[in-house]
């Protein structure tokens, strides 16, 4: 989970910010936001995010704007950052980023996971997958939403290791509903027919300082993504047959 700053009671907005000079790298806002606009794109649940630009005076005025790591804080530089939404108003609902395998017949969109691990396997995620579980008051069902893109391509690397356990949930119950290659639409179809113009345009929002202003690297990997796209399903047949034997019983249909 990146280092975020809390800053709804400053901008009068339900926002979490990620820090231009977080103790991870400076691409982790890149991550985050190319990631997040590309499962948007592939229709998957997340949260809406945007550039947030941060003055000298809201530093100066806002002790709240820190990272605190291993004892030390870090003052937040003044610049652009990368803003997330919260899922739900936490003055209107209820928000977790755990939830146990036995109420997981309370989660309406549950199926949703099969499609972020399309995306999560496409983008090289080196995490694994975080996801917030809200509802909002008087609702008995909660609803998924997909956090925390900062690891896809490999963190600050912008390579792509793909291994198998890598960029999937830590528990197999959310993949039980997976049974074909169905249980992955509309999802996969999105992602693989996802015109390239369309990626382009993700990477072209992005500001230059959050990837070092090396714009040759940013154009490599959106050619890598727009490759890729062909190798989605084999990286999802190799954790199918991985030691996690996520999805039985496809397995044993295919």
């Known amino acids: 989970m990146q280092d975020r700053c809390n800053i709804r009671s400053l901008l009068h907005i339900t926002e979490l910010l990620t820090l231009r000079n977080n103790p991870q790298h400076p691409r982790v806002l890149a991550n985050e936001m190319l990631a997040t606009r590309l499962a948007y794109a592939a229709g998957l649940p997340v949260p809406l995010t945007e550039v947030v630009e941060v003055s000298d005076w809201l530093v100066e005025h806002s002790t709240e704007l820190n990272i605190q790591l291993a004892g030390s804080v870090i003052r937040c530089q003044p610049g652009l950052h990368f803003g997330s939404r919260y899922v739900v108003d936490p003055l209107q609902g209820q928000v977790f980023d ?3 395998a036995t109420m997981l017949d309370r989660v309406r969109n549950l199926e949703a996971f099969a499609g972020m691990l399309v995306l999560d396997k496409w983008t090289g995620n080196a995490n694994g997958r975080q996801a917030a579980f809200w509802r909002r008051m008087r609702e008995r069902k ?7 893109q900062g690891y896809c391509f490999n963190a600050g690397e912008w390579t792509f290791p793909d291994y198998p356990l890598r ?7 959310v993949y039980a509903t997976v049974n074909s290659w169905e249980s992955f639409a509309p999802w996969l179809a999105n992602v693989e027919n996802m015109h390239q113009d369309q990626i382009w345009d ?3 929002e992005i500001p230059p300082e959050w990837y070092e202003g090396d714009l040759a690297a940013l154009e490599e990997l959106v050619r890598c993504l727009i490759e890729r796209r062909r190798i989605i399903r084999d990286l999802i047949l190799a954790f199918s047959m991985s030691q996690r034997r996520p999805f039985p019983t496809w397995r044993e249909a295919a």
């Open 98 to 100: 755990y939830f146990p």
């Open 142 to 148: 909660y609803t998924v939403a997909f956090i925390d």
């Open 167 to 173: 960029g999937v949930y830590a528990h197999n119950e």
């Open 202 to 204: 993700c990477a072209a």
